[in-house]
Each structure stands twice: as C-alpha cells, then as structure tokens.
T-cell receptor, first 109, second 114 residues
C-alpha cells in the first residue's frame, strides 16, 4: 500500500530563517509527487508536481526536490505570509492519490 | 477565469440524514475528484468522475455516492450520516490530457454531523 509520511508535524521559524520540510514515500511506480499549501479552513493550493528522481522546481521562496524515497520542500528566507500547512501527495501506478498529514509551518516576524 | 467552486460553504446535519454537496470544476477541466479531510489530517480520496462515470474509488462505503453532469459539474451524496462523517469535503478538478493528476482544489464544504 502506498504511504506518505511528512516531517516534522509542526515547524516554527523566525522570519528569514531558512529550513526544509520532508516527505518520505513508498509507492508502486511513482507517476507524480505533488506539493500543496493549505491555509486554515481553505482548500489546498497547488504548488509543484515532480515526476522523477533528480527533478527540482522553484517558485518564489520555495524549492521542491525529489529522490527515489523522499522529497524536500526548501523554504528560503521565509516571511510570515508563508505560514500554512504544506501537504505532500503521491500518485502511483494504481492512480490513487495518497496524501500525507502535512507540516504546519509558522513563521514569526 | 473562475477556479473550482463548491456549495454550500458550511452545512450542519444530524445523524441518519442525507446530504448533497456540489462542485463546479475549473473552466476547461473534465475530471472531478472528491476528498474527505478530517481535522489535522491530509485529504483522503473518495472517488473520481470522468465522462459522467465513476472511474476510480477510494476506501469509502457505499453510503458515499456521486454523479457527474454533462457540463462536468459534480455532486457528492452521503446517506445515513454518522458523527464520523464530520469533515471538510474537497472537490478537485484536473487538466485534461495530462498523464498525472495535477489537480486544483475548491474551497471545500465544512460538514458537521450532530
């Protein structure tokens, strides 16, 4: 069965303090790994799709990387508006979309 | 360009009742998926509709059913509501033609079962 584990569960950073969020996965035939941002009480907002090991994508202060077993979401010089829950999801050969529980990020000014 | 829309925003029901939630996909999207998100958890896949048929289903009982209309909008129906059905219900639509599911989510419907 596909599994996604995100760590840490919660992360508190000072504004400007860079860090990384981890997404470890097991999947039968990775078709895609997805990162979403979710604000409280709202639907997830799409950030990135990664398809194969070694791939990297960037958007503003965020950079996502992928290996065969995990993905990292690197946040460079975060701002308070980056505070949210970041969700990772994988899709395998069975086409099921499996989400992790998320990392709740708080950035203090 | 309107994104994915869902209605209603909030809903309160009692145990045993039935509920219908609605979703309109993003313009140009033809595939709609539904998810259940309990508090503090990631979304769990319920089912996916394409060309008005249920194409794939997650591990949810038959009390959960759905429909897709010719204009690609969709409904989620839940019968015999249980307290455990309280959650945020999310609809997501997908760009046609891609091999993987890069999906765009709506704001969700918050269902509370008393």
């Amino acid at each position: 069965e596909d599994q996604v584990t995100q760590s840490p569960e919660a992360l508190r950073l000072q504004e400007g303090e860079s860090s990384s969020l981890n997404c470890s996965y097991t999947v039968s035939g990775l078709r895609g790994l997805f990162w979403y941002r979710q604000d409280p009480g709202k639907g997830p907002e799409f950030l990135f799709t990664l398809y194969s090991a070694g791939e990297e994508k960037e958007k503003e202060r965020l950079k996502a990387t992928l290996t065969k077993k995990e993905s990292f979401l690197h946040i460079t010089a975060p701002k308070p508006e980056d505070s949210a829950t970041y969700l990772c999801a994988v899709q395998g050969n069975n086409n099921d979309m499996r989400f992790g529980a998320g990392t709740r990020l708080t950035v203090k000014p | 360009d309107a994104g994915v829309t869902q209605s209603p925003t909030h809903l309160i029901k009692t145990r045993g009742q039935q509920v219908t939630l609605r979703c309109s996909p993003k313009s140009g999207h033809d595939t709609v998926s539904w998810y259940q998100q309990a508090l503090g958890q990631g979304p769990q896949f319920i089912f996916q509709y394409y060309e008005e048929e249920e194409r794939q289903r997650g591990n949810f009982p038959d009390r959960f059913s759905g429909h897709q209309f010719p204009n690609y909008s969709s409904e989620l129906n839940v019968n015999a509501l249980l307290l455990g059905d309280s959650a945020l219900y999310l609809c997501a639509s997908r760009i046609p033609g891609l091999d993987t599911d890069t999906q765009y989510f709506g704001p969700g419907t918050r269902l509370t079962v008393l």
